[in-house]
């Protein structure tokens, strides 16, 4: 089931739990720290299971239109079980009530990286479509892929 979480510590406690074991993804701590901070100001969406948390996914404002799918994870016993697809549906009805009419996700360029490749082989899944690479945006090593759907 896919809850809205409101109360801040709480999405401190959500994200810090499934981030911390995600370190193929979110290795570097300061920005794993970032993003535990940031989520607590952010739509934050939970995939509750059992009176457990599996995955949450964080949506922020961009622009007037757009909203940007933040950060997500899942824990890796529930990849593959559909839970991300869910949130990113809840996210999407959420970004359109909202009054958006465009998401967007950042993520490393298809190519590089094993567990990146998976990623975006996700949000294409999800409907997704290529927007623009910016080869400098984080680094030299990890360019930028820039995904958007209309809403």
């Not at 370190?23 to 570097?28: A, R, S």
């Not at 970032?34 to 949506?59: P, R, S, T, V």
């Not at 080869?135 to 930028?144: F, I, K, Q, S, T």
Request: with cysteine; glycine share 6%.
């Amino acid at each position: 089931m896919i809850v809205q979480i409101q109360d801040k510590d709480k999405k401190r406690a959500i994200s810090r739990r499934i981030l911390e074991a995600l370190t193929e993804w979110f290795e570097v701590e300061e920005s794993r720290e970032q993003y535990i901070n940031d989520c607590a100001d952010w739509l934050f969406l939970a995939a509750e299971e059992n009176g457990d948390y599996a995955g949450f996914l964080c949506l922020k404002e961009t622009g007037k239109d757009t909203a940007e799918l933040a950060v997500m994870g899942v824990l890796k016993e529930h990849h593959r079980h559909g839970i991300g697809m869910k949130l990113v549906e809840k996210a999407k009805e959420a970004a359109k009530a909202a009054g958006y009419s465009f998401m967007q996700v950042k993520t490393v360029q298809m190519g590089k990286y094993e567990e990146y490749d998976r990623t975006n082989l996700f949000y294409l899944g999800c409907g997704f479509k290529e927007f623009e690479v910016f080869p400098l945006y984080w680094d030299e090593a990890n360019p930028c892929q820039i995904y958007v759907m209309a809403l």
